[in-house]
């Protein structure tokens, strides 16, 4: 399905975004695993999140919804039972990873698959630790499906060859029911609202540098928790402003954990007029009010740590390289291969048809700054991310880009042309 973007418009007000996916997952998750009534206010109910709904439901998790208010009815560690049929992830390596940690350990055996996007994603990353655990994992040569025959499990000591949250907290998950102590080190540090929210239900972890230790448990105890505004979401919004003429906005209650900042903090160097306003803490997550006005921006080079801390938001970098004045590069992403699209190929071909100049390279892009953008027919390739760049390019056009597939925005953020119009 094909839709005529919004063009030449500038944005200006303020606004919200939704809930935070990844926090999202990992409320639902550890509610299930919690023993009571976890209550979760601020979900984001794009289709991941819904997976992870469905999923537990399936494992026979009574999850309810009253007043906007999600309700998850945890019976304890152990106190799922067996699925009737495979369990669905649709589009969410999110939850086909972290799940399997928990499944591991379970004491029946059972089968998640998901759509053909997740079917093509790399799942050695989390078959290998949990295998080094003790778990019992069959696959299709590392791709899902994935047949998990539940087992006892113990610690581990692993040191993480990439840079992934899914990976850690997949680990972290499995190691609530290990026979001893986990620790998983970190090279660089990934977003850690696995670490932020099982401490918070009770979990034994802890936290030193980039090391992090993780004790078996009998029990996780039921929490209220609020979810900020996904940064992720936001960014979009932020670039549309900082590229359009006479913008300015403010989004609230956005999460800022400094795991999650590296875009933000890469914009302020590249010269972004962006302040964060009433800063404060909810449920251990930093939060606050963003404020940004049209920028005038200069070309950065991005490498090491700040990779992981802005995986998600590379396709947006590479957008605004495009426009900034010089030459950008990015290096050490490969793992933007494995996303819902190989995002160095598809934001390289869709910006490049739009006018920019993107020389893909093994682990990034060379970025031509610079660039106007002229209108032309993009595709999303079914990637929610790529098609919400499409449309922040769009806004800078004389003409309306055509996006083929831009359904697939619901995945993460299905307010998003709302937000646009409204702005
Ligand atoms: C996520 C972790 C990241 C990110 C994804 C969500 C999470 O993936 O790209 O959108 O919620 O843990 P990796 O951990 O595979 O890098």
């Known amino acids: 399905m094909e839709k005529k973007l919004i063009y030449n418009k500038n944005l200006n007000g303020k606004t919200t975004v939704l809930g935070d996916k990844s926090i999202s997952h990992r409320a639902i998750i550890l509610g299930a695993l919690a023993e009571g009534v976890t209550t979760i206010k601020g979900f984001l109910k794009g289709e991941d999140c819904i997976s992870t709904i469905k999923c537990f439901k399936d494992l026979g998790i009574n999850i309810t919804e009253k007043d906007d208010i999600i309700e998850v009815y945890g019976n304890g560690l152990y106190g799922f039972k067996k699925p009737k049929e495979a369990l669905y992830v649709g589009n969410s390596g999110t939850t086909i990873r972290l799940i399997s940690g928990i499944l591991s350990a379970q004491n029946f055996s059972c089968t998640i698959t998901g759509d053909s996007s997740i079917v093509k994603r790399p799942m050695k990353r989390i078959i290998e630790p949990l295998s080094l655990m003790g778990a019992n994992i069959n696959s299709n040569e590392c791709f899902a499906p994935l047949h998990i025959q539940g087992t006892s499990l113990n610690g581990v000591e692993y040191n993480m060859p990439i840079a992934s949250a899914q990976v850690k907290s997949s680990i972290l998950l499995a190691s609530l029911y290990a026979s001893s102590k986990t620790v998983v080190t970190e090279k660089f540090k990934s977003r850690n609202h696995s670490e932020i929210m099982l401490k918070y239900f009770g979990a034994d972890i802890n936290i030193n540098g980039n090391i992090i230790e993780s004790k078996p448990i009998s029990k996780l105890s039921s929490q209220n928790i609020e979810i900020c505004g996904d940064i992720s979401s936001a960014c979009f919004i932020i670039v549309g402003a900082l590229i359009t003429k006479n913008s300015h906005i403010v989004i609230e209650n956005v999460g800022i954990n400094p795991t999650r900042t590296g875009f933000l903090e890469v914009l302020l160097k590249m010269g972004a007029n962006i302040k964060f306003l009433n800063v404060r803490y909810i449920n251990g997550e930093k939060v606050c009010d963003i404020e940004v006005k049209s920028s005038y921006l200069k070309a950065y080079n991005i490498s090491g740590e700040i ?78 991310r790529i098609a919400m760049c499409i449309a922040v390019a769009s806004l800078i056009c004389k003409e309306p880009i055509i996006l083929n597939n831009y359904n697939c925005i619901k995945i993460s953020f299905p307010t998003f042309f709302d937000i646009l119009e409204n702005l």
Do not use: Q, W
């Open 307 to 384: 990779i992981p801390r802005m995986i998600d938001e590379i396709p947006l970098f590479a957008l605004v390289a495009s426009l900034a004045d010089g030459t950008s590069i990015v290096k050490d992403a490969s793992e933007l291969k494995f996303k819902e699209s190989n995002r160095i190929k598809t934001i390289s071909t869709e910006l490049n048809k739009i006018g920019a100049n993107i020389i893909e390279t093994d682990d990034g892009m060379i970025i031509e700054g610079n660039k106007n953008f002229i209108a032309n027919k993009c595709e999303s390739y079914n990637d929610h």
